[in-house]
């Protein structure tokens, strides 16, 4: 009689695996991307109060 692994056994498997990546990688990690900002109508308004018609 062969036993396959269940569900639970595989997901231990899984993040044992993701932990031995994480110790491997540990010390090459990548720079930071730059951050977006948001280029939107609101980000691009220098002064936050309301605009008088005229």
Do not use: F, I
Request: aromatic share 0%.
């Amino acid at each position: 009689m062969t036993t396959e692994p269940s569900g639970v056994d595989l997901a231990r498997q899984a993040l044992a695996a993701a932990r031995e990546q994480v110790k491997e990688n540990r010390g090459h990690r990548k720079e930071k991307p730059e951050r977006r900002t948001g280029g939107g109508a609101a980000a691009s308004r220098s002064d936050s109060a309301p605009r008088s018609p005229g």
